[in-house]
C-alpha cells in the first residue's frame, strides 16, 4: 500500500437531476483516522457507499487500498471492513456464534479462528456474555460485536458510518479507545459522525461536505483557526487588577462579575509573549489565563449555516 490508503478525483454522482456528489476530490493517508462531516443530504453515505464498492460513481478515478473501486473490486472488498449506522448482528445467535459466523464467512484459516473469536470477545470486553444471545446485549455491546466482526478479516481500512450514535458515554470512550488502538497498528478509519466532538477528538483529517461539495478539509486546530474570534482570557483576583489590565488593554472585552477580560489573539506565542510583557510591564499579574478558540461546532455552523444539530448520515 502506498502513503495513501484513499484516494479520489472528480467523484461524480446523481439520481436523476439530482447532483449528490460534484466532484469530490480525497486522499486519505494510511493508518490515520480521517472524519467526513456533513449535514443531512450532503452525500456522506454515497461517499461511502462509493468507496466501498456498493454504488458505482457517475464519474471520477477512485482506489481504496490501491485498487480501481471500478475494474478491483474484489481486491477492494477483501481489504476493507465496514461497520454501518446500524448493528448488522443476529439477534439469535449469541455473541459468540456471531463471531463464528464471520470466521466461516472469511478466509480466516478454520485453525486460526476460535483462537481469533476469543481475541475480539476479550478485546471487546464481551468475553463474560459471549454465551448469552444477543437479543439481550445493550447498544452499546451490540455496537463493539459489530466492530468485532468488521476485524475477524483483519481489514487493513475500515469504513465506521456513526459508530457511537445512541452509546452512552462510557461505551462511547471505549470505542474511541477501541478506534486509537486499531490506528496505532496502522489501521486506515474512515469515521462519519454525527459528533463534532468526535471528530475533534479522533480525527487527524477532516473533510466537511455540502451540498454534494468538498467546502473545507484540514486538520481539527486548522479547521478552527479559519474562523476569526479566537481570543485570550485572563482572570485576575481584584476589582483594582482588572481595571489596571482594561486601561491598557483598550481592544478587550471585561466581564466585571466573573473579573475577567478577553483580549482578541491570534493563539500564536508570539501574541501571547507579547500580551503577557505587557502586563508585566505594569506591573499587572493574571491569576490565569487560558487560549479560547473556535470549536468545529462553530466551524461546521460557519461553513454549512447548519447547527450540528443536523449532522447525520
Known amino acids: 500500500m502506498t502513503d495513501s490508503a484513499i484516494t479520489a478525483s472528480g467523484l461524480r454522482k446523481a439520481y436523476q437531476d439530482k447532483v449528490v456528489l460534484d466532484g469530490i476530490d480525497l486522499d486519505v493517508r494510511a493508518g490515520t483516522v480521517f472524519s467526513l462531516l456533513g449535514p443531512n443530504g450532503a452525500g456522506k453515505t454515497t461517499t461511502v457507499n462509493v468507496l466501498t464498492t456498493l454504488l458505482r460513481a457517475d464519474d471520477g478515478d477512485v482506489r481504496v487500498a490501491g485498487h480501481d473501486v471500478v475494474t478491483e473490486e474484489k481486491a477492494v472488498r477483501k481489504a476493507i471492513g465496514v461497520t454501518g449506522q446500524f448493528a448488522a448482528v443476529d439477534d439469535l445467535l449469541t455473541g459468540q456464534e456471531n463471531l463464528q459466523l464471520m470466521v466461516d464467512l472469511s478466509p480466516v484459516p478454520v485453525a486460526d479462528g476460535e483462537r481469533r473469536v476469543a481475541q475480539l470477545l476479550e478485546r471487546f470486553e464481551l468475553a463474560e456474555s459471549a454465551w448469552q444471545p444477543v437479543s439481550t446485549y445493550s447498544g452499546g455491546m451490540r455496537r463493539k460485536l459489530d466492530l ?108 466585571d ?57
Request: charged share 25%; aromatic share 4%; hydrophobic share 40%.
Open 257 to 313: 462579575e466573573a473579573l475577567t477580560l478577553r483580549v482578541p489573539s491570534d493563539g500564536g506565542t508570539a501574541s501571547l509573549r507579547a500580551l503577557l510583557d505587557r502586563l508585566d510591564e505594569y506591573s499587572i499579574s493574571a491569576e490565569e489565563f487560558s487560549v479560547q478558540t473556535p470549536d468545529l461546532d462553530d466551524v461546521f455552523l460557519a461553513l454549512t449555516g447548519h447547527t450540528t444539530e443536523a449532522v447525520s448520515k
Open 148 to 255: 468485532a466482526m468488521t476485524l475477524v478479516g483483519d481489514p487493513r481500512i475500515i469504513f465506521l458510518d456513526e459508530p457511537t450514535t445512541g452509546l452512552d458515554p462510557r461505551s462511547r470512550r471505549t470505542m474511541w479507545s477501541i478506534i486509537r488502538e486499531l490506528v496505532g497498528d496502522g489501521v486506515t478509519i474512515f469515521l462519519t459522525t454525527q459528533y463534532l466532538e468526535e471528530a475533534d477528538k479522533l480525527a487527524d483529517r477532516i473533510a466537511v461536505l455540502d451540498q454534494g461539495h468538498l467546502v473545507a478539509g484540514g486538520t481539527p486546530d486548522e479547521l478552527k483557526r479559519q474562523l476569526p474570534g479566537t481570543h485570550v482570557r485572563l482572570r485576575f483576583t481584584t476589582d483594582a487588577e482588572l481595571n489596571a489590565a482594561a486601561r491598557i488593554l483598550a481592544d478587550a472585552t471585561r466581564n
